[in-house]
């Protein structure tokens, strides 16, 4: 398995940023005390200050929300918010926001986003704006990335491109200093129990080999992430689907136009689904 990675760049105040990463919590799932939350939750990204007035926020790795959060800190503190994502170092993207609102974005492969293709097309003249740079400079930069027939270079690139943008790069990607937003003993008292691989292998329908799945069933344990396995397969046809307990991953295969035999397309990692996963096999 490669990168997973979403970090925001936010021009503000760590105090600040925390609070607001907390509000947006609120906002999506309620009270803090209410929850019972796993890893992948919103409310286990961590904080670090950069300078007194420039945050960035490390996100868990499979969350889904951090760009509706980004989105969010930046209407609420009236500032700017730079995120970047990189997907199992297969492509990655950025978005920027203002105020809220959205002024620039990119993404080095727009046939993996779950988006129109053509909403993906980048204002380079905004992000050179912003950041003081020659649009030139950035705009060849990006297209040459757009150009590349592989892309497993992601943390390089991302790094190349946040020195463009005169980032502070090596301490937004340093792990040190990164810290939770909330205390330990909080964390514990909101937290699910932990579900391994172990726990799984007590389910009533465990086995070693690969659990065949209905697309309904698919749908139903995989609902964030069907957009997603829909693009991947969108030229393939007859798609099976099955369960890979002891790696802990949903195994799409398929047959792409000219192809004599099936392949595998995806392999999806489902860490962030252990609790469905085990009602399922618990069925």
């Not at 670090?48 to 989105?71: M, R, V």
């Not at 704006?129 to 649009?135: A, C, G, M, T």
């Not at 990607?173 to 932990?194: A, D, H, R």
Request: net charge negative; with cysteine; aromatic share 12%.
């Amino acid at each position: 398995m490669g990168t997973f990675l979403a970090i925001s760049v936010v021009q503000n105040s760590k105090n600040n940023t925390e609070k607001k990463l907390i509000e947006f919590s609120e906002n999506i799932q309620g009270d803090l005390k209410s929850l019972s939350i796993d890893e992948q939750n919103i409310l286990y990204s961590k904080v670090k200050k950069i300078d007194e007035n420039l945050t960035s926020i490390l996100y868990p790795e499979f969350n889904t929300d951090f760009y509706n959060c980004a989105q969010f800190i930046s209407k609420n503190l009236n500032t700017l918010v730079f995120t970047f994502y990189i997907y199992d170092n297969d492509f990655w993207y950025f978005l920027l926001y203002r105020n809220g609102k959205e002024i620039s974005r990119f993404t080095t492969n727009s046939n993996e986003t779950e988006e129109n293709p053509d909403s993906w097309i980048c204002n380079y003249v905004g992000l050179a704006e912003i950041y003081k740079i020659d649009v030139t400079i950035i705009k060849e930069y990006l297209e040459k990335i757009s150009s590349k027939n592989e892309f497993n270079d992601c943390l390089n690139e991302i790094s190349y491109l946040l020195n463009l943008l005169n980032f502070p790069t090596n301490e937004i990607f340093s792990l040190k200093n990164y810290k939770s937003i909330l205390s330990k003993k909080t964390i514990e008292s909101i937290q699910k129990p932990f579900i391994s691989l172990f726990d799984l292998r007590k389910t009533k329908k465990y086995t070693k080999e690969l659990i065949q799945l209905k697309e309904n069933e698919v749908k139903e344990l995989f609902e964030e992430d069907i957009d997603f396995i829909k693009t991947k397969c969108k030229n393939a046809t007859n798609i099976k689907y099955s369960l890979n307990i002891e790696c802990l991953t949903l195994e799409v295969f398929g047959k792409n136009i000219n192809e004599i035999e099936p392949k595998n397309i995806i392999n999806l990692g489902f860490t962030h689904k252990m609790e469905q996963i085990q009602d399922f096999l618990n069925k």
